[in-house]
């Protein structure tokens, strides 16, 4: 079967998990539409109560296009970025599974890429990287740069996860594999990311990797600090022990 007539018969469920996004969540949606023209997909906007108002730009944006394209599934508070996920799997009919972060330092430009290795290569999982030859990070200073290589270049060291880039969050699985993972993994946050992965590959399944340029938040303010710093470690000597 050529790889055209399966990609017509695949559909993907792209979850974006958001909290105040209000300013990033209609030009988010807007890019996937642009990019994604000839695919089926689904977006699921799993919301965790946000207060600036971006439930009510979600649902301005299911009238333009359509319920049954745009899913808002909201939660009632911040519950966490794993839980998250896993909500929206709930709810995804897509037999492809995209997860994005909605403040644009994950382009949909990337979205056909991530398609194509999957189709070309037939991987249970396509993760970005930038850490390979056309991938890289812009907007980030010198020290977030470091410390991000840093945890990268620690967790390879220790973990051997055969990816290139451990802490990146842009990545499309196969439905039935992220069901599988998820249900193994017990990290929360930014750990969560480094664990799924890790467990992926040592479940065996084929991973394959696309080079991306992240880029740093265009609206609002970056949620990462000093705790995230402790959490990672954390996790990074929970995953040493575990698996």
Not at 41 to 62: H, R, W
Not at 180 to 205: H, L, N, P, T, W
Request: charge should be positive; aromatic fraction near 10%; glycine fraction near 10%.
């Amino acid at each position: 079967m050529d790889g055209q007539h399966q990609k017509q018969k695949n559909k993907y469920s792209i979850i974006v998990p958001t909290y105040n996004e209000r300013l990033n969540i209609g030009l988010i949606v807007y890019l996937i539409f642009k990019h994604l023209r000839d695919a089926d997909f689904e977006i699921i906007i799993v919301d965790d109560g946000s207060p600036d108002g971006t439930q009510d730009v979600v649902k301005q944006l299911q009238q333009v296009y359509g319920e049954d394209r745009i899913l808002l599934r909201a939660r009632p508070r911040k519950l966490g970025l794993g839980t998250a996920y896993i909500h929206g799997i709930k709810h995804a009919s897509g037999n492809f599974v995209v997860i994005m972060d909605a403040d644009l330092s994950h382009h949909p430009k990337y979205l056909p890429s991530f398609i194509s290795k999957q189709l070309e290569t037939g991987a249970d999982i396509v993760t970005g990287t930038r850490y390979v030859k056309g991938g890289g990070v812009h907007g980030w200073n010198l020290m977030r740069k470091l410390t991000s290589r840093g945890a990268n270049v620690l967790a390879q060291t220790l973990l051997w996860p055969g990816v290139s880039d451990l802490t990146g969050s842009f990545r499309l699985y196969r439905k039935s594999v992220l069901e599988d993972i998820i249900s193994c993994c017990v990290s929360k946050g930014y750990v969560f990311q480094m664990e799924m992965i890790v467990r992926a590959s040592r479940k065996g399944y084929h991973i394959e990797e696309v080079p991306i340029t992240f880029v740093d938040r265009v609206f609002g303010s970056s949620k990462l600090g000093g705790s995230e710093i402790v959490e990672y470690l954390k996790g990074l000597a929970y995953l040493l022990v575990t698996t």
